[in-house]
């Protein structure tokens, strides 16, 4: 019973570099969403999707991409990153069967750029 | 716009203690949706509860209870008889009713240390 699987759990990059997130998950839910976690600031949202090939901005989304080819995948990128991207990023999904249902999140992956 | 704010950054209590972390929002829905996460030292995000506004009821699960007061915008969150493992971070979220997407917004958070 993976749930939501994120991959990779750590990385460090270099400024500039580019990278790719993963996440998967196994629950058949239509919505999956990118976090970034960073001291005192809570959870914010990068961007999210409410459907394979639909996505939407959230509250911070420079600086990142994101595609939603296959309902299971969601995929979150870096172009060129930067030193302000050192983060713990959190991938999560739910369901639309019925209004608001809790999210389910990852393990999370910590990136640091040097 | 919605906000959540959980203004207790760190507590710190003594084992068997009751503690309560506060949670107030903001939004110009009339329904909505609040929740409870708990983050262990381990990092991954536990879903505690989910409340719609159409209840007031508290509710209470194990040593967990909640107090939810629509007249003061509050979701608050306690914990009896304390123990080292409820060590964590908790976060309160707010969500408006049929929210496109189901989009959560959190509060900041409240590290949570239960000393034995």
């Known amino acids: 019973n993976a749930g939501v699987t994120q991959t990779p759990k750590f990385r460090v990059l270099k400024t500039g570099q580019s990278m790719t997130l993963l996440c998967a998950q196994d629950?058949?839910?239509?919505?999956m969403y990118w976090y970034r976690q960073d001291p005192g600031m809570g959870l914010r949202l990068i961007h999210y999707?409410?459907?394979?090939?639909?996505?939407a901005k959230g509250e911070v989304p420079d600086g990142y991409n994101v595609s939603r080819l296959k309902k299971q995948n969601f995929l979150l990128g870096l172009e060129s990153a930067a030193p302000s991207q050192t983060s713990v990023y959190f991938c999560?999904?739910?369901?639309?069967?019925?209004?608001?249902?809790?999210?389910?999140f990852g393990d999370g992956t910590r990136l640091s750029i040097l | 716009a919605q906000k959540v704010t959980q203004a207790q950054t760190e507590i710190s209590v003594v084992e068997k203690e009751d503690v309560t972390l506060d949670c107030v929002y903001e939004t110009r829905d009339t329904t909505y949706y609040l929740f409870w996460y708990k983050q262990p030292p381990s990092g991954e995000l536990v879903f505690l509860i989910r409340r719609n506004s159409f209840d007031e009821q508290n509710e209470i699960s194990g040593r967990y209870s909640w107090n939810f007061q629509k007249s003061t915008s509050s979701f608050n969150f306690t914990i009896t008889a304390s123990q080292v493992v409820d060590s964590a971070v908790y976060f309160c979220?707010?969500?408006?009713?049929?929210?496109?997407?189901?989009?959560?917004?959190f509060g900041a958070g409240t590290i949570l240390r239960v000393k034995s």
């Open positions: 999560a999904s739910s369901s639309r069967t019925e209004s608001n249902q809790p999210q389910h």
């Open positions: 999707s409410v459907g394979e090939g639909t996505t």
């Open positions: 629950m058949n839910h239509e919505y």
């Open positions: 979220a707010l969500s408006g009713y049929m929210e496109y997407g189901n989009k959560l917004v």
